[in-house]
Every structure is written in structure tokens, then in C-alpha cells.
């Protein structure tokens, strides 16, 4: 196997062994067109057609925007525009023959027809029938604006001149802008195509799940090692496919994998040392670990970019850890308006690519998702593109669903709820209150999509899903010892005192009744004689809630929620760092970095005791030899009272041994955990014992 | 029965908002009004009346909703979803019949949704027509690519409103092996209608379940001795609470005082006081 993987190493890489690729179009090339809104007919797209009166620019044409190279002509009226604008590019081509398949990327805003030597090729975003006065279908917003789609034809490419034409359609007369880019290769071989670049799924310490996309079905190999210099093992899928996911099993726990994506032809998408899977560490362990939460960040804008380079900046260049990045947590609306596919490839995929490809991604349904998602069916786009663990597979109890689940990664549990269609789910509720009691771990973060607290873009007073969430799931994530609670949904970012127990409107929030710690009413930042928020053996209440949703976006609002230590109207994303702090203590920080890559609010949760198990003192009148046992025990009653019996129980009550004696045989008993009934004339007491 | 199930603690919820607020949904307005605005530059576009209905829709404002849907109807909206959606809004108004006639016409064109079957067993449900809901409903079971647990339960709900206790746990069971896992949240209802059947053997083999595929299990233990008192087999219940003390015993401190501990630890000594009372 090593040998193989060794040649196929030296096999050129994306697409190259795809014969021949030739660029006919190159990106931002020399276009002639016309921008009078007029009528064209049909024989504008021919190769005859005399192009000679249209103005030449270099794409991207366009107008609106401000990134076009060549600005065209609306008309003289912004609330008139002309609905269709027309291009034509020329190219020679000496041989078609080893042109078999053109490869065509465009740049459209808002639809599109391509025609090729007068052919049509291509629409995107019109109607089946179309005329110089159709408009297109629907509108281009966001990341789809700058997207590039593409299509693959065969070639039918003509020896000496050919010509692609394209007519650009409005959405509205209206309508701000319009964007055109173009590029178009031909292949004598088409290349796999890499649609939806690799994104790591389902985290574990055991391994993870990578997930990718191609244009057309291929039967690919996943190369992955420790070093990137020999990826010396390899999971193949069953069969071609254009939805790629792959899990990865069998790891070892804390431990990067670099991994390759390759047919038997080659790697189409190459081994990078930015691209791996970094499993988690062995559950419960203390160690430093950090996440980035990302609200409602799906607007696929400039905004949304901005955000995402400062976190980049502050990862590459934090002394504490730097490039270190254990999981982003996605707060739901990841891609606006309505989470459709294609909305998230432009305001996910395209925007995220890189730290997609190297930390898990975890994510909760956002209302925006939820447009086109169906929880009750687990169907749509959000349930497509994402795995999540719906058998208790990354620790948890099993929720049977994608909705709602849980994971632990190190000494946390995370718990991520469905607020968008299930806030009054009772099924979710029994859940969470199973889940929750079942964890040890040392930190509990849940996070759901529409915020218990919030005076933002929406108001926790109001909103039914809000309140749900507040009056129905806080009480259970608070009397279990929850810690930090993450949502979305308001575009700002607003940030509580150290709660417990407010259920209640905005006004009847009380600092002394509702905040909890010698310090719980201040900020919260160690770096201030405020210090610290405490939690410790015997204070173990106290929680922060995080609204954190300008990731893309802010809108006014008040932001005048009595709860909240911190309401900033910013653009920014959060970092919650978890690292030791001396024995048995850690501190839990958050910061929210602003788009101008300021740290705009900060606070820690110092956590101390965290593993101390006090067992209460008892007047025990027997001892037990030895525990843990293997073949046998004996009790020695210290009283006078005579010993009546032993029975041993196991977990689930069934007596497996008993003796009228103080010797207990165990002979046959099966290793694990029992409970040792011993019975004397005057008390019976019950003793835990493990049997080895 | 649904409706009644799923929206009347909505009902209750809008009920103690603060009245005068009715914007329950900002963003969607603001987006209603966006589309609105389109409309009047388009006024004979089907799709912006379809996309401004179902706008209306999760908005709540059924009516207006229905109303748009009846516009791009007119205008020629080629789409059979919109029957779809026109069936959801029809069924949320307690239109039944006219919830079905367009279920009807959408089905015929998209056979292969699933969720048609839902929403038409939802609806025959509501016309108190369990014994034609249950066929339906198990197809959607049948055929959902991805079932959920709220799904199972539903259908376990609409078995049992029938009163098939047993037929209402085998629909779990099936459920639990498409799931391809036992989720506590669906033991938990077996353990109801096990209950209800008197199969208390049955019972106990669910919490048994519970307590070993659970992560810590002192809850657990609880409520297996807490039903098995009920059931007047003390010595049982008593095995079983000792057993949850221990495991609370065992905890670290600072889960052993959180509340929900600290409650289950008073819990655990009235019940010690109830089984035995010297």
C-alpha cells in the first residue's frame, strides 16, 4: 500500500493530470460591450455578428458595487435601469479536437445567458423563456454577489474565430447594481472538479468525519498521516460520488493528521500543512483549548470578511497558542436570507475555507437556516451539509436527532440546543435534563441560536422562542451547573453579569437577587480590581450569557438588557479560551474581537476544585478487604453485633453472591461495579466495591 | 389534537408577553416590507407574491398569507410547492378540507415527498380521524430518510390516542431501530405506556436500560426505586436508592452541590423515610 501511495505522491497535482487544460477566457479579460438597454434579437450572439460600435472594458463589469474594473451604463435613471446588458468576447482556437470539454466560471449579478457561436449554454437565475426585458429570477445579495458559479459543456468549439456572449438581466429596474466576470477553460480530460472544498465534521479523539464536494462523481481516497511527508493511510469510498464524506476512524487521541484527497489518477486535492484533522484530547483532561464562536455571520459581505481576518490575525499572532484552533461553533443564520445551498457555499464555504478545513465545525439551526430546513424531517440544506452526532457518539446521551446533540471535547461538554421550531419541544427538554445529569465533565457550554437575554435586534421580553428558552431550559441548565451560554440573533453583542435564577423580563431583573459570587455583579475581567468570576466546590453557581451576533452584521436596537454587563454595537466574533490555572483550577475566558481587531469586552470564570470528591464522614462499624477485590473479600465487623450476611448487588440490582459469613467469594463474578450489602443484627449499610 | 398540543402553550406564551407588542418577528417584517416594495415594481410577479406569502406564513399571519398564495396562484405560479404551502396554511387555519383538497393536487404531482404524508395524517388527525391518520403517519415513517425522535413519538401518540398501548410501543421500538440508537427520551415513553399496561417487568428493563447506557446514573437509580415503591417492592426500591446514593456520594463536589443534586439528595432521604420508615 506504502508503495503505491509513494507513486501516486509524485503524480502532479489539483487537475493536472487532466490533459492539455487550455485558459480561452482569462478572468478580468478584455470584453466588448452594450450598455444601452436596447433590444439585440438574436444574432448578437453570433460569430458573424459585427461588434465593432460596442465599448471595450475589462471585467468585472459591472456597476453598484465599487469592485468593478469597468463600469457600465445603467440609463439616466436609478429607479429605471435597464434590465439587460450585453457582452461578447472573440478567441481563436487552431485544433478543437483536444477541446472536448469547455469548463465555464462566471461572476453574475443578477441573471445570466451564455451563448456560444450563438448557441445558448448557459442561463442562471432566469426563466425558461426570456427576452431583453426578462428580468432575472431572484436576487443576487451577499457573498453570492462576488460567488463564482460555473458549468461544464461539451466542447463545440469551431476552428479560427469563436465567440461566447453573455447578457447580464436586472432584477428590478430598481435594482442597485449588476456584476459580470468570466473565465473558461478547455480540457481534453475534465479534471475532478472540487465544488465545496474540505470541511472537518464530528470531531473526536478517535478521529472525524471530512466532507467535500466535486462537480461530477468521483470514487475517492483519503490519504492520512502524522507527517506530512507520509500519509501512510488510506479509507477509499464504495463508489463515485459528488457529496463526499469520510469518516476517519481509529486515531489517536490529541494528535494532528495531515490529510489528501486523490482517485486513482492522482491527488486532486493536495496535502497542505494547513489542511488536517486534530483530534480531540482524551476526554476529561485538563488542557488549553480554544473555540470560535461565530453569530450570524452569514451575510457573505465585507463585514462578515473583516471579522473573519481579525480573528485569522489574532491566531497567527497570540503568543498563548498561536494557530490554534479546536473547533468553531457556528451560533446559527449562517447564511442569509434563507440558508439555501448555494447561500452557503458563498457565505460559509467561500468566506471560511481555510479554518473549515483544519478545526471542526459544530453549528445550531438559526431561523434564517431554518427558512429552508425542516427539523421535524431533518431535511434541508442546514441538515445536509452538516454532521452532527445523534447517537451519543462524542460523548452525551443519544438524542436520535441532528437538532439538538451534545459532544465533549477535553474536560467540556458541549450541549447545543434547537431554538428556531423545537423551543417548546418537550421531547428536547426531557433530553437536555438526561444529557446535562449525565456529564462529568468539568465545564458545560450550551448554545442555541435565539438569546434568554437580549435587548439587540430582538427583544427577550418579546419574542416567544426567547422567552421558551429563558423559562423553560435555563432552569435546567442552571441548577446542573451550566457555565457559559452562547446564542445568536441580535446583531450586536451583549454580554451578562454572573447569573443565576432570572427568569423574568428585562425589569425585574435584580443585581443582588440575580447575580451570584462576591463578584458576580462587576465585569468579570481579571485584568481589573474586579477580578475574576468565582466558581468553586461550594459556590458552583453562576453563569454568562452571550448574545454574539455581528459576525456579519449589526442593526440597532436599545441594547439596554438590565442583565448585561457589556452591550457593544460591533462588528466581531468571540474566543473562548479554556487553559489550567495552577491544581485543580482553570479559567474559562471569553474575549470579543471587534472588526477592527480590538478586544471590546473580556471576562474569565476561574474555576477551582474541580476534581475534589469528598466523601461524607461515616461511622462505619465494619471495613472491607480488599476493595477493589478480585477473588474474594472479607468484612470485619469492628461491634459486637455478629454479622448476619453479605449480598452483592449488580448495577442494575441483581444479587450475583452472598454468604452467611464475612467471606465473600467472587469467583465467577464478572469485573465492574457493585454494591456490597452487609447486614448485621442491629444495621445494614451499603458499600460500593469494585470487583477487578 | 396537534394543533391543540403544539399551539396552545404558544398561545400561552404570547399570553404573558406585554400586549401592544405584536412584532413578534422584526426581521420578518422588515423583510415583508422589503418585499412588498418589489411588488409594486412587479406587480405581476408570481414568485414575489409566493415568496411574500410564505414570509406571512412564518410570520404567523396566516391570512395575508393564503391571500398572496391565491395571487400567484392567478398570476400562473408554476410550482406545485405552492399547493404545498397553501395546504400548511389552510391546515394551521383549521380548514381541514380544504387543507387536504390541495394535499391532494400536491401529491399527485410530487409523489415522492414525504412530508405530505405528515401534514395529511396531521390534518385527518384533527378531523378525529385517528383510524385513517395511522396508515399515513407510518408511511412518513416509513419513508423519512432522516427520522427524529419527535417523529416516533407523534406517531407512538396517535397509535395510543387509539388506544393500542402495545401497537404504540412496537411504533417505538421500530422507531428506536431506524434510529439506529435508544434514546433516553424515548425510553422514557415506554416506560409510560408500559406503565399504563401494567408491565411493570417491562418497566424496571427500561430503567435497567437507562441506568447502564447512561453516563452518571444516580437520577436513574432514583426513579427506578421511586416506581418500584410505587409498585410496593421495597426491597427492590431499596436496593436501587442505595445505589443512587452512592453514585451521588461518588460525584465531584461541585456537581454534588448544584441544585438539581442537592434536590435529588433530599429526594433520595424522603423516599429512604417512605420505604422505611423506622
Known amino acids: 500500500m506504502k508503495k503505491l501511495f509513494t507513486l501516486i505522491f509524485f503524480v502532479p497535482l489539483v487537475g493536472l493530470f487532466a490533459q492539455n487544460p487550455v485558459r480561452l477566457i482569462e478572468q478580468d479579460a478584455l470584453w466588448k460591450y452594450l450598455d444601452n438597454g436596447s433590444e439585440q434579437g438574436s444574432n448578437w450572439t453570433s460569430i458573424e455578428f459585427d461588434d465593432s460600435g460596442w465599448k471595450k472594458g475589462h471585467a468585472q463589469l459591472g456597476y453598484g458595487d465599487g469592485d ?38 462566471a461572476i453574475r449579478d443578477d441573471g445570466m445567458a451564455v451563448y456560444l457561436n450563438g448557441q445558448l449554454v448557459w442561463a442562471d437565475n432566469m426563466r425558461a423563456k426570456f427576452d431583453y426585458r426578462t428580468y432575472a429570477s431572484s436576487t443576487i445579495s451577499g457573498g453570492a454577489e462576488d460567488a463564482w458559479i460555473n458549468k461544464t459543456i461539451k466542447g463545440t468549439l469551431k476552428k479560427g474565430k469563436n465567440v461566447i456572449a453573455v447578457e447580464i438581466h436586472q432584477r428590478s429596474r430598481s435594482s442597485s447594481d449588476i456584476s459580470f466576470n468570466f473565465k473558461m477553460t478547455a480540457y481534453d480530460k475534465l479534471p475532478v472538479q472540487v465544488t465545496r472544498q474540505p470541511y472537518i465534521q464530528m470531531g473526536s479523539q478517535a478521529g472525524a468525519t471530512v466532507r467535500w464536494r466535486t462537480a461530477s462523481p468521483v470514487r475517492s481516497q483519503l490519504l492520512y498521516g502524522t507527517s506530512l511527508q507520509s500519509l501512510d493511510s488510506m479509507i477509499q469510498e464504495e463508489e463515485a460520488v459528488t457529496e463526499h464524506e469520510m469518516a476517519v476512524t ?4 490529541d494528535t494532528r493528521y495531515y490529510i489528501e484527497i486523490a482517485t486513482t489518477d492522482g491527488a486532486y486535492i493536495p496535502r497542505e500543512s494547513g489542511m488536517f484533522i486534530h483530534t480531540s484530547p482524551e476526554t476529561g483532561k485538563k488542557t488549553f483549548v480554544r473555540a470560535w464562536i461565530l453569530g450570524d455571520a452569514g451575510t457573505g459581505n465585507v463585514n462578515q470578511k473583516k471579522v473573519r481576518n481579525e480573528y485569522y490575525d489574532y491566531v497567527a499572532s497570540t503568543p498563548n497558542h498561536p494557530e490554534q484552533t479546536d473547533m468553531i461553533l457556528f451560533l446559527g443564520d449562517n447564511a442569509y436570507s434563507s440558508g439555501t445551498d448555494q447561500q452557503y457555499q458563498s457565505s460559509l464555504f467561500d468566506v471560511y475555507t481555510k479554518m473549515l478545513k483544519r478545526a471542526p465545525a459544530w453549528s445550531t439551526l438559526g431561523n434564517h437556516d431554518g427558512r429552508s430546513a425542516n427539523s421535524q424531517a431533518q431535511s434541508g440544506p442546514y441538515y445536509d451539509i452538516f454532521t452532527f452526532p445523534k447517537k451519543g457518539e462524542i460523548g452525551g446521551v443519544p438524542s436520535g436527532t441532528e437538532a439538538y446533540y451534545s459532544f465533549d471535547y477535553a474536560n467540556i461538554h458541549f450541549i447545543v440546543l434547537e431554538s428556531v421550531t423545537l423551543f417548546l419541544d418537550q421531547t428536547q427538554l426531557n433530553w437536555l435534563k438526561a444529557d446535562i445529569q449525565s456529564t462529568k465533565q468539568d465545564w458545560v457550554v450550551a448554545l442555541f441560536h435565539h438569546p434568554p437575554y437580549s435587548k439587540g435586534s430582538h427583544n427577550s421580553d418579546l419574542e416567544p422562542n426567547l422567552v421558551a428558552m429563558r423559562s423553560r431550559f435555563l432552569p435546567v441548565l442552571e441548577s446542573n451547573g451550566v457555565d457559559l451560554v452562547l446564542s445568536g440573533h441580535s446583531h450586536s453583542y451583549e454580554r451578562s453579569y454572573f447569573l443565576n435564577g432570572h427568569y423574568g423580563f428585562s425589569n425585574t431583573f435584580d443585581k443582588d437577587k440575580h447575580t451570584v459570587g462576591a463578584n458576580g455583579r462587576l465585569s468579570g475581567n481579571p485584568d481589573t480590581p474586579d477580578g475574576a468570576y468565582e466558581k468553586s466546590v461550594k459556590t458552583p453557581k453562576g453563569a454568562v450569557y452571550i448574545t454574539s451576533g455581528s459576525a456579519g452584521k449589526i442593526s440597532n436596537a436599545s441594547l439596554n438588557h438590565r442583565a448585561m454587563y457589556a452591550s457593544l454595537l460591533e462588528l466581531g466574533s468571540c474566543i473562548m479560551e479554556i487553559e489550567n490555572d495552577g491544581a485543580d483550577a482553570q479559567n474559562l475566558t471569553v474575549k470579543f474581537i471587534n472588526d477592527a481587531g480590538q478586544v471590546s469586552d473580556l471576562f474569565t470564570i476561574h474555576k477551582t476544585g474541580i476534581s475534589t470528591v469528598t466523601r461524607m464522614a461515616e461511622e462505619k462499624g465494619y471495613e472491607i478487604m480488599p476493595n477493589p477485590a478480585k477473588a474474594g473479600l472479607v468484612v470485619s465487623i469492628r461491634t459486637q453485633t455478629p454479622l448476619t450476611s453479605l449480598t452483592l448487588y449488580n448495577v442494575i440490582g441483581e444479587i450475583v453472591a452472598g454468604s452467611k459469613t464475612g467471606q465473600l467469594s467472587l469467583k465467577g463474578v464478572t469485573p465492574g461495579q457493585y454494591t456490597l450489602r452487609i447486614e448485621t443484627a442491629s444495621a445494614t449499610n451499603y458499600h460500593a466495591l469494585i470487583v477487578q | 389534537m396537534i394543533l391543540f398540543k403544539f399551539f396552545l402553550p404558544f398561545v400561552a406564551f404570547l399570553s404573558w408577553i406585554p400586549v401592544g407588542h405584536t412584532d413578534l418577528h422584526d426581521g420578518l417584517l422588515r ?3 422589503q418585499k412588498t416594495k418589489e411588488i409594486e415594481a412587479h406587480p405581476k410577479d408570481a414568485n414575489l407574491y409566493f415568496e411574500r406569502g410564505y414570509l406571512y406564513q412564518l410570520h404567523e399571519d ?7 398564495y391565491n395571487v400567484a396562484d392567478m398570476l400562473g405560479f408554476v410550482r406545485s410547492i405552492l399547493a404545498f404551502r397553501k395546504a400548511e396554511v389552510y391546515y394551521l387555519l383549521r380548514d381541514y378540507d380544504s387543507a387536504l383538497s390541495c394535499l391532494k393536487w400536491y401529491q399527485e404531482r410530487a409523489p415522492k415527498d414525504v412530508l405530505t404524508s405528515l401534514l395529511e395524517s396531521r390534518i385527518l388527525r384533527e378531523k378525529g380521524e385517528v383510524k385513517a391518520a395511522i396508515p399515513v403517519f407510518h408511511h412518513f415513517i416509513q419513508e423519512v430518510e432522516d427520522l427524529t425522535p419527535e417523529n416516533v413519538l407523534e406517531y407512538s401518540e396517535l397509535i395510543s390516542s387509539n388506544g393500542d398501548l402495545t401497537s404504540a410501543i412496537e411504533a417505538i421500538e421500530e422507531g428506536m431501530h431506524r434510529l439506529g440508537t435508544r434514546p433516553p427520551t424515548l425510553l422514557l ?13 417491562q418497566v424496571e428493563k427500561r430503567y435497567n436500560e437507562l441506568i ?18 410505587q409498585i410496593h417492592r421495597d426491597d427492590k426500591a431499596e ?14 463536589d461541585r456537581l454534588k452541590n448544584d441544585s438539581a443534586m442537592q434536590e435529588l439528595q433530599q429526594k433520595i432521604s424522603s423516599l429512604k423515610k417512605e420505604i422505611n420508615p423506622k
Do not use: C
Open chain 1, 68 to 105: 468593478e474594473n469597468t463600469v457600465v451604463s445603467y440609463g439616466g435613471s436609478k429607479n429605471n435601469k435597464y434590465i439587460t446588458t450585453y457582452f461578447r468576447r472573440d478567441f481563436d482556437v487552431d485544433d478543437p479536437a483536444p477541446l472536448k470539454h469547455l469548463l465555464m466560471e
Open chain 1, 250 to 253: 481509529g486515531l489517536k487521541p
Open chain 2, 31 to 33: 423583510q415583508i416590507r
Open chain 2, 62 to 68: 396566516y391570512r395575508k398569507a393564503l391571500q398572496d
Open chain 2, 189 to 201: 415513553r415506554e416506560i409510560q405506556l408500559y406503565s399504563r399496561l401494567g408491565a411493570y417487568d
Open chain 2, 212 to 229: 447502564l447506557t447512561g453516563g452518571r446514573k444516580e437520577h436513574w437509580y432514583y426513579e427506578k426505586a421511586r416506581f418500584l415503591h
Open chain 2, 239 to 252: 436496593i436501587a436508592l442505595m445505589q443512587a446514593g452512592i453514585e451521588l456520594e461518588s460525584l465531584p
